[in-house]
């Protein structure tokens, strides 16, 4: 049982490539847009069979594939807010020289 939890924890501190890394960043950047998108999508093609199907059809404004993939676009935009906020290069808004008071 000790090898496990030893193996487990060299596993846990191995460093991650540079190269996982990135895959994984822009990994992270695709999923809002491409949720954005489906949302576009499933809103212009109108009405689905399976939706058809479903027995709460019409019940509910929020019950549909359209808002879900909205809230979803939502829910996996952190990546993009984080791009944004580093991006920034400082909190220089006016575009006024710092000077030493």
């Known amino acids: ?7 487990c924890h060299a596993t846990a501190t191995k460093p991650v490539p540079r190269s996982t890394r990135g895959a994984a960043f822009w990994l992270g ?6 949720f954005a998108m489906m949302a576009l999508i499933t ?22 594939m359209v ?3 909205l809230l ?4 996996h935009s952190a990546p993009w807010l984080k791009l944004i906020t580093r991006a920034r290069p400082d909190d220089n808004v006016g575009g ?3 000077r030493p008071a």
Do not use: K, N, W
């Open 96 to 98: 006024e020289e710092r």
């Open 29 to 34: 950047l695709t999923a809002a847009p491409s």
């Open 43 to 64: 809103a212009v093609s109108g009405s689905s069979q399976p939706q058809m199907l479903c027995s709460a059809h019409g019940g509910s404004a929020l019950g549909g």
């Open 67 to 69: 808002p879900m993939y």
């Open 1 to 7: 049982m000790a090898d496990v939890a030893a193996s």
């Open 72 to 75: 979803m676009s939502i829910f």
